[in-house]
């Protein structure tokens, strides 16, 4: 019989430790051919990434992957991938599966500027039209690391791994700004957790959790259950760094907007809708959290008896 369970549901449960300070813990983590300082990166999302996050993030050696919703799209996209590589960083992306997005790609192959990472950025990613486009780029040999979502069964990792996806991003509609789950009965709210679990003893390829992120412990949890790395919204809302201007609301209160993807805020149409805004409180320079998020880590990986993120993937679990 199926499990099924989330993030309230699980307790990491604590060994012997075997190093003398938490900071000999190492936090770092690969993806394709790159090795970055933390296993958790912001959602490619309008409201939480704009190009100045990117350039912060990849400085500090953190993945990233820019948002897709732009008003020039093919023109902003490759603005941002010339100028991350004269900065010599990896180049992240994030593309659709319509006419505009093939346009994009035979952009970068014209001006041989292919982007390090491919985020193909779908709120169903178990569809032909991802299909089409991972065997698209497979056929003409990009070269660039695929990352394909969003899905929540095993069925659709298998898929999406078989059509050439490098990796997988498993959450459909458990995210705070996420009304997918609300308005069309669907999606991994719930359970988030267990289907993390589930893809990941399924599949050949990468997981990466994305959604439902509420503490920070909860990044170890995603991995314990077999995600690679883990992607997070509203954690990285509000912030210096991240999109958006800040707003006063009353006198000395200061907040910033976060949006789902799905919102009408990144719609040029209004019609399904699965996203809703928020205001986040003002939070400051995004340093001070990803040095929480390091100790946070380090702490945890020190509690379950280990000394890196590998451990972790073999913390044992009470579901509760």
């Given at each position: ?196 679990k589930e893809c990941a003893e399924n599949s050949n390829v990468p997981i990466i959790a994305d959604g ?109």
């Amino acid at each position: 019989m199926k499990q099924f369970f989330d993030y309230e549901n699980v307790r990491l449960i604590p060994k012997k430790g075997i190093v003398r300070s938490r900071t000999q813990c190492d936090t770092s983590v690969e993806l394709g051919k790159f090795k970055f300082a933390l296993p958790v990166y912001p959602s490619n999302m309008k409201s939480v990434v704009d190009r100045d996050t990117c350039i912060y993030l990849s400085e500090n050696k953190i993945f990233y992957t820019y948002h897709r919703f732009h008003d020039n799209y093919i023109k902003e996209q490759i603005k941002f991938c010339e100028k991350m590589k004269d900065l010599k960083h990896p180049i992240s992306i994030s593309i659709g599966v319509q006419k505009i997005d093939y346009d994009l790609i035979n952009e970068f192959l014209e001006k041989n500027l292919i982007p390090d990472f491919i985020t193909i950025d779908v709120a169903h990613g178990h569809s032909c039209l991802v299909e089409e486009m991972l065997k698209y780029l497979k056929e003409i040999n990009l070269g660039s690391f695929l990352i394909a979502g969003n899905i929540c069964t095993v069925e659709a990792v298998k898929d999406l791994e078989s059509w050439g996806a490098n990796a997988v991003k498993v959450g459909i509609g458990p995210g705070k700004s996420c009304l997918s789950y609300n308005k069309t009965g669907v999606g991994s709210r719930g359970y988030q957790l267990s289907c993390i679990k589930e893809c990941a003893e399924n599949s050949n390829v990468p997981i990466i959790a994305d959604g439902g992120i509420v503490y920070h412990g909860d990044i170890s949890k995603s991995i314990s259950c077999g995600a690679t790395i883990v992607m997070a919204g509203s954690l990285f809302s509000a912030y210096d760094q991240s999109a958006g201007k800040i707003i006063e609301i009353e006198e000395g209160s200061y907040y910033k907007e976060y949006y789902g993807s799905a919102s009408k805020y990144n719609k040029k149409e209004f019609k399904n809708i699965e996203g809703k805004k928020i205001l986040v409180k003002y939070r400051g320079n995004m340093d001070k959290l990803l040095k929480e998020l390091k100790e946070d880590l380090q702490s945890s990986i020190s509690y379950i008896g280990g000394k890196n993120i590998d451990d972790l993937r073999k913390a044992e679990y009470y579901i509760i």
